[in-house]
C-alpha cells in the first residue's frame, strides 16, 4: 500500500531564513513524488514533482525538493522564506507501477513564516 | 491556472435536500477524481474516473454518487444532505501519458454546509 507521511503539523520560521517541510513515502515500487499548497478557501496549486533523472528538483515560487531513496524522503526546502509563503503544504505519491491510480496525500503541514 | 472549474464555491443547504457538485476541466483530461477535505486537514479520495463511463470508489466511504458521461465533466451528486456531509470538495484531473505520469490539476473547491 501506498502513503506518505508528514511528520510535523506545523512549521514555523522567520523570513529570510530557509525552510524545510519534510515528507517521508511507502510504495511498493518506484514513486512519482509532489508538493502541492493550498492557501485559505483555495483549491491546490501543483509546486513541484519527482518523475525521473536529478534527485533536485526546482519549482514554483522558488522552491526545491530533494529525493533520496534510502531515506525514503523528499523534502521541500526554500532558502530564504517570505511571509507570503504562508500556507498548508501537502506532499503526495503514486507508484510508478501503478500509473492509473490516483494521488495519495499526506496529511498536510502549516508553514507560517513570521516578519 | 488550471482549466478546471467547480461550481458552486459555496453552498449551504438544508437536510435531506438533493445537491450536484459540479465540476468541468477543459484541458482533455482523461483521469479526474474528487477529493474530500476538512478544512485545514488532509484529502480524502471519494471517487475517481479514468474516462467516460468509467467510476470508482476512493479510499473513504461516500454517500455521494458520481458520472462520467463526457470527457470534461464529472458531477458529485448526494441525494439527501445531512450536517455529516459538510466539508470542502475538491475536483482534480490529469491526463495519461505512456511512460509519464504527470501531476494532478485541481479546482478551487465547493465548501458545503448543511444545517
Known amino acids: 500500500a501506498q502513503s506518505v507521511a508528514q511528520p510535523e503539523d506545523q512549521v514555523n520560521v522567520a523570513e529570510g531564513n530557509p525552510l524545510t517541510v519534510k515528507c517521508t513515502y511507502s510504495?511498493?515500487?518506484?514513486?512519482?513524488l509532489f508538493w502541492y499548497v493550498q492557501y485559505p478557501n483555495r483549491g491546490l496549486q501543483f509546486l513541484l514533482k519527482?518523475?525521473?533523472?536529478?534527485?533536485l528538483v526546482k519549482g514554483s515560487y522558488g522552491f526545491e525538493a530533494e529525493f533520496n531513496k534510502s531515506q525514503t524522503s523528499f523534502h521541500l526546502k526554500k532558502p530564504s522564506a517570505l511571509v507570503s509563503d504562508s500556507a498548508l503544504y501537502f506532499c503526495?505519491?503514486?507508484?510508478?507501477?501503478?500509473?492509473?491510480?490516483?494521488?495519495?496525500f499526506g496529511k498536510g503541514t502549516t508553514l507560517s513564516v513570521s516578519s | 491556472e488550471a482549466d478546471i472549474y467547480q461550481t458552486p464555491r459555496y453552498l449551504v443547504i438544508g437536510t435531506g435536500k438533493k445537491i450536484t457538485l459540479e465540476c468541468s476541466q477543459t484541458m482533455g483530461h482523461d483521469k479526474m477524481y474528487w477529493y474530500q477535505q476538512d478544512p485545514g486537514m488532509e484529502l480524502h479520495l471519494i471517487h475517481y474516473?479514468?474516462?467516460?463511463?468509467?467510476?470508482e470508489k476512493g479510499d473513504l466511504s461516500s454517500e455521494s454518487t458520481v458520472s462520467r458521461i463526457r470527457t470534461e465533466h464529472f458531477p458529485l451528486t448526494l441525494e439527501s444532505a445531512r450536517p455529516s456531509h459538510t466539508s470542502q470538495y475538491l475536483c482534480?484531473?490529469?491526463?495519461?501519458?505512456?511512460?509519464?505520469?504527470?501531476?494532478?490539476?485541481f479546482g478551487q473547491g465547493t465548501r458545503l454546509t448543511v444545517v
Open positions: 474516473s479514468y474516462g467516460v463511463n468509467s467510476t
Open positions: 503526495a505519491v503514486r507508484d510508478r507501477n501503478q500509473a492509473g491510480t490516483a494521488l495519495i
Open positions: 482534480a484531473s490529469s491526463a495519461s501519458r505512456v511512460g509519464m505520469n504527470t501531476e494532478a490539476f
Open positions: 510504495v511498493s515500487g518506484n514513486p512519482y
Open positions: 519527482y518523475i525521473t533523472g536529478d534527485n
